[in-house]
């Protein structure tokens, strides 16, 4: 079993910046794709970041330059630093995980519970 802990959301003023962050615990064999979603209320969850074991980044078109994703593999966990935030990032933003839990498992998405950001006077 995989759990995914996300923490640092809140609320900033436009202009400002947070830096969220997930750790994944539990069986962890190995790990692939790391990313961050969001979701806003009346829309669609959407990619907004993501990043390979390889180290390929992406980025939604929304948050290029403002954005950005790194992960530390040692400390099983992915960071999104957020800058220059506008009101409508304003969503719950999830990370998730592609995990295999064991050598002859598959790999599996993951996802955290969430946590709410806000960018508002």
């Known amino acids: 079993q995989v759990q995914l802990a996300e923490s640092g959301g809140g609320l900033v003023q436009p202009g400002g910046s947070l830096r969220l962050s997930c750790a994944a615990s539990g069986s962890i064999f190995s790990m692939d794709t790391m990313g961050w979603y969001r979701q806003a209320p009346g829309k669609q969850r959407e990619l907004v970041a993501s990043v390979t074991n390889g180290g390929r980044i992406n980025y939604a078109n929304s948050v290029l330059g403002r954005f950005t994703i790194s992960r530390d593999n040692a400390k099983n966990m992915v960071y999104l630093q957020m800058n220059s935030l506008k009101p409508e990032d304003t969503a719950v933003y999830y990370c998730?995980?592609?995990?295999?839990?064991?050598?002859?498992?598959?790999?599996?998405?993951?996802w955290g519970q969430g946590t709410q950001v806000t960018v508002s006077t």
């Open positions: 998730n995980f592609v995990i295999k839990s064991s050598l002859l498992s598959a790999y599996v998405g993951y």
